[in-house]
C-alpha cells in the first residue's frame, strides 16, 4: 500500500521567509495530492492540491510542485506571516488517502 | 451554508463501554470516511462509506464499526472501548466525481479511562 513521508518535523521562520514542507510517496498509482492546515483543536483545512497531470499549482503565497518521477510533492509558502503557524499535513492517494506525518510550522513575528 | 458537524466534540469514557460518535454533513456528499489522528501516526483511516448502505474497512478498522442508512450521517461505534482508542477522531466527506478531495469536519477527541 502507499506510504507517505513528511519532513522536517517541526519549521521555524521569521515572518516573511519562505517555508518548504517535502513529502514523498510510494505507490506510482496515486495521482492526487492534497495538502492540509491544521490550527489547534480544528480539523484539518484543505489548503491546495495538486494532480499528478500537473507539475506545479500556485494559489497567491502557496504553491505546490510534483515531480512523479522521483516521487515527492513540496509545499511552498513565500513571505510568511504569524497566523501561517499550524500543523501542515500531506496526503497522496487513488480514491483514498493516506496522509504523512505532519509538520509544525511556527512564524515568529 | 452547507457543513459537516461531529459530535460531541469531547468524551470521556470507560474500558468496555459502547461509545457512537455522530458525523453529520449537509453537502449531500456521497462519501464519508473516518479518521483517527495521534501523536507520530498522522491521519490513519478508521472506515469508510461510498454511498447509502455501503461500508469498508480502513488501514485501522479493528474495533470499530460504522452503518450508512442515509446520505447525510456516517456515525462510528467502537464496540467496546479501549485505552488504546483514546484519540481524536474526525469525519471527512467528498464528492462522487471526486472521492479523494475531502473536507474534514471539526473532530470528536475521545478519552478511555
Not at chain 1, 12 to 41: H, M, R
Request: aromatic content about 10%; glycine content about 8%; hydrophobic content about 30%.
Amino acid at each position: 500500500g502507499e506510504n507517505v513521508e513528511q519532513h522536517p518535523s517541526t519549521l521555524s521562520v521569521q515572518e516573511g521567509d519562505s517555508a518548504v514542507i517535502k513529502c514523498t510517496y510510494s505507490d506510482s498509482a496515486s495521482n492526487y495530492f492534497p495538502w492540509y492546515k491544521q490550527e489547534l483543536g480544528k480539523g484539518p483545512q484543505l489548503i491546495i492540491d495538486i494532480r499528478s497531470n500537473v507539475g506545479e499549482k500556485k494559489d497567491q503565497r502557496i504553491a505546490v510542485t510534483l515531480n512523479k518521477t522521483a516521487k515527492h510533492f513540496s509545499l511552498h509558502i513565500t513571505e510568511t506571516q504569524p497566523e501561517d503557524s499550524a500543523v501542515y499535513f500531506c496526503a497522496a492517494g487513488f480514491q483514498k488517502l493516506v496522509f504523512g506525518t505532519g509538520t509544525r510550522l511556527l512564524v515568529s513575528p | 451554508d452547507a457543513e459537516i458537524t461531529q459530535s460531541p466534540r469531547h468524551k470521556i469514557t470507560e474500558t468496555g463501554r459502547q461509545v457512537t460518535l455522530a458525523c453529520h454533513q449537509t453537502w449531500n456528499h456521497n462519501n464519508m470516511f473516518w479518521y483517527r489522528q495521534d501523536l507520530g501516526h498522522g491521519l490513519r483511516l478508521i472506515h469508510y462509506s461510498y454511498g447509502v448502505q455501503d461500508t469498508n474497512k480502513g488501514e485501522v478498522s479493528d474495533g470499530y464499526s460504522v452503518s450508512r442508512s442515509n446520505t447525510e450521517d456516517l456515525p462510528l461505534t467502537l464496540e467496546s472501548a479501549a485505552s488504546s482508542q483514546t484519540s481524536v477522531y474526525f469525519c471527512a466527506s467528498s464528492e462522487s466525481d471526486s472521492p479523494e478531495t475531502q473536507y474534514f469536519g471539526p473532530g470528536t477527541r475521545l478519552l478511555v479511562l
